[in-house]
Structure formats: structure tokens, C-alpha cells
């Protein structure tokens, strides 16, 4: 899969794209991440990315043309008065809609996908209505710029492309994709500080440790993402055990 970043900072995204798993990605040919910067489209002598905003007020806006020029260019496309450019152009806004595990197991379905990076105050509106195809955001909070927004949906479709993560049902288990949050997790050794791995996962019994994940993900489900348990189907065991959990809960609870 490749990713077209779009950014007045290419120095920010490199690094991160450059190390650990994105990185044997990249060597091993799964993914392939390229770095545009719009104000190399720039046709001024001063390269400008950015204006005043009409209608006064404070801030600068992202001009349109650098943006819609580099766009154009690197996809091979000429966006207006074009329905569908094949490839989602997404841009990263606090206004676009919210970022998911479902999302991007959506967004992996592509073989290419483009994100624009915001910087100032915002984008000139043409960007929105008649360049981008999509709007993301990551969460409830402004952040300074649109990197850090592009950089979390290429970690996380990324690593949902077959043999990107090592283990090849590694993504399969990952909190959300389930449905549920995961299970705990140990490694050796078996007592650190007094402290003991659950017996049911020393035990090499494979139904039972399987038995004690699906519980423990729906404990710390219950407690900690109650939500997330509406919309999921849950089996006979899964809700008598969920009813076990919340019996403990109310026998442990302090005095009041
Ligand atoms: N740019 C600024 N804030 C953002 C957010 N929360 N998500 C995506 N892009 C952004």
C-alpha cells in the first residue's frame, strides 16, 4: 500500500516513518510512504503556503493553490470538476470525523491513500469541498499542525497489511478489532517482586488460556470501556461471566 503525505514539514514525519516496523515495511516492499512538500509547487518567489484570512481576524489560512498543485501532481489527477479520483484524499482536521480501529480497517481496503496535512489556522474552504474526499480527525483536541494526525493512520493501517507485524495474527487479537479491549498480557519471568502470572496461563492448557483471555478482555471491557459492549454479540458464558464480574465488583466495593 503506498501513502502520499502532504506536509509544509516533511522533517517531522520522516523520523518516525523511518524506524522500527514501518520502516521493515517500507525495506521489505509492503508499504511504501512518500513525503510531498506543497510548498516545493509553490510558482511565487517567496514559496508562500499561507495568507490572511478574508473577512479579517486573526491567524493565517492555508492557501489553496500549493495544496491542490502538489496533490494534482503527485496523484496524476486534476481534482476539479472530478467526481471520484480513485484514491481517498484525506485531510486531518480537528472537524473531520472521528479516527477508529473500523476506520482504518477501512481506509487498509486501498491500495493508496493521500493525507494533507493542515498547518496555521486552517485551510482555505476550497480545499475541503473540492480536493479532499474525506476529513479525519483524531480526537477532541487542536493539535498544532495535521502530522501527528497523518503519521497515527499510517501506524495504524499500516500494521493491519498481511506480514507487516511479525506474528501474522498479530492484529487479530489488538484491542478494538475484536470489539473488545485486550486481555493482559505476561512474559517471563513467572514471579517478579512477589508478584505471579495467572496460574490458567503457566497451565499449557490451550482451552483453558484461551477460556481466561476472553474473560479478562471482558472484565477490563466492563470496567474500563463499558461502551464498547453494546454493539458486540456477546455468547450465554460471555454474559454470565460479565454478571460474575459485576457481582464481585459490588462485594469488594468499600463501606461507604
Ligand atoms: N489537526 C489539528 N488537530 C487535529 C486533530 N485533532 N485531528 C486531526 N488533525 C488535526
New binding site residues.
Partial sequence: MRFDIFTLFPEICTPYLNESILKRAQAAGLVEVAVHNPRDYTEDKHRVTDDLPYGGGGGMVMKPEPIFAAVEAVLGIRAAGQDDPGVPIVL???Q?RP?TQAVAQELARHPRLALI??RYEGFDERIRQHLATDE???????????E??ALVIVDAVARLLPGVLGDPTGAEDDSFASGLLEYPHYTRPAEFRGWTVPEALLSGDHARIAQWRRREALRRTFLRRPDLLFNLELSEADKRWLGQVAEEIVATRPAS
Fill in positions: 486531518l482536521t480537528p473531520g479516527f496535512c493542515g479525519i480527525s483524531i480526537g477532541d483536541y487542536v493539535l498544532t499542525g495535521g501527528l494526525g
